[in-house]
């Protein structure tokens, strides 16, 4: 289980969505990362960032964090890659939350509006993989949004993108008060039952990929 004590601390903002990155060398997270957003999620039909990026039949977009210190913006690129070349990534299972609080991150090089409980944990991703990159799926900025014959399809492959991940990172918010130690117990429980088959018994899905049952 992760250890994500060093997510840093959260702040306001003013970036507008769908308007290239500011090169003027302010790059302040108080200043431009993360002024919730008028109009709500519909502000993510504003960003031309898909419409560069179309999808073939069997391929989906993969999000990278860019490596950045904790009181700057987020920034992070997204490409194209086909389902089928087994590459190594990890999709996360969130709330997306009000459908008006939202942040803003740079995407291929664009401002892109997100759930505000998706830019705290790209935030805190950012902070604990501060030495390494890593490709990630994840709905809200891998499926575009405003295109519903894509929403659809991807809907569809959703239990092969799951499926074919290498992990699925499970995210419940910041840490609060004593959360950490609740999650530490939990993840010591869980890693127990998983070696103990008078607890836990690995079944394979009906699409193959195991996944644990408590007996």
């Known amino acids: 289980m992760e250890d994500w004590s060093d997510c840093p601390s959260f702040a306001e903002g003013k970036d507008e969505p769908g308007t290239p990155a ?4 302010q790059d302040n997270d108080t200043e431009n990362n993360c002024l919730p957003f008028a109009n709500g999620l519909d502000e993510l039909r504003q960003s031309p960032v898909h419409n560069r990026l179309p999808l073939q039949p069997g391929n989906i977009r993969l999000l990278t ?15 194209v890659y086909p389902l089928d070349a087994h590459l190594k990534y990890s999709a996360l299972s969130y709330a997306w939350g009000s459908r008006l609080a939202n942040r803003g991150i740079i995407l291929n090089g664009l401002t892109f509006a ?5 830019w ?8 604990a993989n501060t030495k390494r990159s890593e490709l990630l799926w994840i709905d809200a900025v891998c499926i575009n949004q405003a295109d519903s014959a894509e929403r659809t399809q ?22 609060h008060h004593n959360s950490d130690v609740a999650m530490r117990a939990i993840g010591k429980g869980l890693q127990y039952s998983l070696t103990n088959t008078r607890f836990c018994d690995l079944a394979h899905s009906p699409t193959g990929s195991r996944h644990p049952q408590l007996v």
């Not at 092969?160 to 419940?172: F, H």
Request: proline share 6%; net charge positive.
């Open 120 to 127: 705290r944990f790209l935030r805190c991703r950012r902070a």
């Open 65 to 79: 964090i860019q490596p950045g210190k904790a009181d700057t913006k987020i920034r992070c690129t997204l490409a």
């Open 154 to 175: 991807q809907v569809g492959m959703m239990a092969q993108i799951y499926g074919s991940a290498s992990g699925v990172l499970a995210w419940l918010g910041p840490s």
């Open 22 to 25: 500011s090169a003027d060398g």
């Open 114 to 118: 997100i759930p505000k409980n998706l």
